[in-house]
C-alpha cells in the first residue's frame, strides 16, 4: 500500500460508484446473471455484454477462469470500466481462499494497467457462492491492503450490500489499523 492510497468502505449499491473501476462478482460464464453481476448489467447496459461476448468469441473462448479478471466498458455506469472477476464457490470440504485472493488481487493487477485510481470492490463469493461473510471480508481486506501498493490507486473501495458485510469488511480495516 503506498502512504497515499485510501483503503474504504461504504454501505451502498456498487452501481452507483463514481470510481474508475468497478470490480464484477460474475460468473466464468461472463454472461450475465444474479447479485452484483446482474445489477452491473441491469444499470450499465447492452454495450457491457457486447463486449463480454466478444470476449468469449476471442480471447476467452472457454470463459474467464475462476480467480482471474477481465476489463470491459463500463456503459451507462458512473465508471468507466467493469473489471469482471469470478469467486470461488465456497466449499467447507476445501480452502479455495487462494482463488478469492487471487480475485482481488488479478482486479487490481488489469485496475493498475488500465490507469484506474479508484476501484470500487464488491464482497466476491459472499452471495449466491456461499462464502460465510466475515471469511470473505478477511481475505478481501488482507489482500487488498497488501497488493494496494503496486498500483496507480488513490482510493480502493468497498462496498458492502447489507449491514452484515459493512460489519464484517469495517471490522477487518479497522483491524488494519489507522488509515492515512
Ligand atoms: N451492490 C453491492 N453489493 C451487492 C449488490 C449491489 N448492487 N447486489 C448484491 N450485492 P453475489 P457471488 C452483494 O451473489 O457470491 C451471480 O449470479 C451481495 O449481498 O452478487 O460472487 C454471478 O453471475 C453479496 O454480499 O456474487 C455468479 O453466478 C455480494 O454482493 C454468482 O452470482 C456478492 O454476491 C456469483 O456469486
Known sequence: MTPMTL??????????????????????????????????????????????????AGRLPGGLPTGQAVATTAGRLPARWVIHTVGPVYSRAEDRSHLLASCYRESLRVAAELGAETVAFPAV????????????????????AAAGGDGPFAELRFVLFDDRAFAAFDAELQALGPQP
Open 7 to 56: 483503503l474504504t468502505r461504504v454501505r451502498g449499491d456498487i452501481t452507483r460508484q463514481h470510481v474508475d473501476a468497478v470490480v464484477n462478482a460474475a460468473n466464468s460464464s461472463l454472461l450475465g446473471g444474479g447479485g452484483v453481476d446482474g445489477a452491473i448489467h441491469r444499470v450499465g447496459g447492452p454495450e457491457i455484454l457486447a463486449e463480454c461476448r466478444a470476449l468469449r
Open 125 to 144: 463469493s459472499a452471495g449466491v457462492y456461499g462464502w460465510p461473510v466475515a471469511d470473505a471480508a478477511r481475505v478481501a481486506v488482507r489482500t487488498v
